[in-house]
């Protein structure tokens, strides 16, 4: 074999092989590219945290259940949900109200004997339920 | 002379300072009396104040419907169908009828099984000692959502937060109110102007009349438009 020919087999093989790692080269390039793609193209999920309604409970200080009075008129004190709307009924009086504040006092006739005095709160939020109080009073003068 | 001017002097000396004296215990003695009355009103008002709390802490009501009466002892059945024993003194026990928020007396013979009874009295282990016994009305206060309404005989039947479903009558001296949504003021309505969907309060006595139903004393109407808002 001619020495030209031994040279131009060995630069042959020499620019083959360059050819080559530079083509894998750029091949792996792409891919990696592409997988950089497709990570980025993942949204990411975050987790917000859930939302807590905060309801206030109704609750009521004064007066107490099944108290003995000896006046006609007592004032019902408590407080509930600030803006629910407040319906205190008994056989004596109606009365319905929003509840401007968190605390709310009223002042409530009484009748002679048992007083059944109903209390219940309708939450500005419709998907929330009713919460109700019932209250016995008893306005027996002269016995205590 | 001049002795006698000493002694006129001295004479006129002793009586004033003896008056002064005299003067003087009197106030001292007085202001001594006051204050110690006015201690003992102190303590006067202390004690019957503290009385009135024992007494407002040891007198309790109860009430329930009559199921038992003997010569000293009266059974009830109280709104939790609970018994409790009412024990009756011939000497102090007094007995009343609560009528228009009114009270007369009335005497043991006038109860009858079946009356709702307030006894005021203090509770023991052995039950309550009573100081007085009022006959008066049960009522039914409650609220619910109107699921039907009967036009021709004038009901609504309620379904109540307890899912029990109670006929209601209306009746010519049913007391009707709505709630104004916009002002939440109450205002006369009519039967015509409730529908199915709204939120109804209502105060029946608790019996049931020859319907079967309860006739309602008076009614609170919430529209159904007032939770749209």
Redesign the interface.
């Known amino acids: 074999m001619k020495k030209e020919s031994l040279i131009a087999i060995f630069l042959g093989l020499i620019f083959g092989l360059f050819g080559a790692i530079l083509i894998i080269n750029t091949f792996s390039h792409s891919d990696s590219e592409k997988g950089k793609n497709l990570i980025s193209e993942k949204k990411e999920i975050t987790l917000s945290p859930v939302k807590t309604i905060d309801l206030e409970p109704l609750i009521i200080n004064n007066p107490k259940n099944n108290i003995v009075v000896n006046t006609d008129q007592i004032s019902i004190e408590g407080s509930a949900d600030k803006n629910s709307l407040i319906v205190i009924q008994s056989p004596a009086k109606d009365t319905v109200f929003q509840n401007k504040d968190k605390k709310f006092k009223v002042d409530f006739p009484l009748v002679l004997g048992e007083n059944v005095i109903k209390i219940v709160v309708y939450s500005k939020n419709i998907n929330l339920k009713n919460q109700e109080k019932t209250l016995f009073v008893y306005y027996l003068p002269n016995e205590i | 002379m001049k002795i006698k001017k000493i002694f006129i002097f001295l004479s006129i000396f002793v009586i004033f300072f003896g008056i002064l004296i005299n003067f003087v215990s009197f106030a001292q003695e007085k202001t001594a009396t006051s204050s110690s009355e006015k201690e003992v009103e102190i303590l006067k008002e202390k004690i019957a104040s503290k009385v009135?709390q024992l007494?407002?802490e040891s007198?309790?009501?109860f009430?329930g419907r009559i199921i038992n009466i003997s010569e000293d002892q009266i059974e009830i059945k109280n709104r939790n169908e609970k018994k409790i024993f009412v024990k009756l003194d011939s000497a102090l026990t007094k007995y009343y009828k609560?009528k228009n928020?009114?009270?007369e007396e009335i005497s043991f013979s006038d109860l009858k099984k079946n009356d709702y009874i307030?006894v005021?009295g203090v509770n023991t282990d052995r039950g309550i000692n009573a100081?007085?016994i009022?006959v008066?009305?049960?009522?039914?206060?409650?609220?619910g959502r109107i699921i039907e309404i009967n036009k021709d005989n004038y009901w609504l039947k309620i379904t109540t937060?307890t899912n029990e479903d109670i006929i209601v009558d209306i009746e010519t001296f049913t007391k009707q109110?709505i709630?104004n949504i916009k002002d939440?003021q109450?205002e006369r309505t009519g039967f015509s102007k409730i529908k199915e969907g709204d939120?109804v309060?209502f105060?029946t006595k608790d019996e049931k009349n020859e319907n079967s139903h309860y006739s309602a004393?008076?009614i609170?109407i919430?529209p159904q438009e007032?939770?749209?808002k």
Do not use: G, T
């Open positions: 009135a007494r407002q007198n309790q009501a009430a609560i928020n009114k009270k307030v005021s100081n007085s009022f008066d009305e049960k009522y039914l206060v409650d609220f937060v109110w709630v939440l109450l939120m309060h105060v004393q008076k609170v919430i007032y939770f749209l």
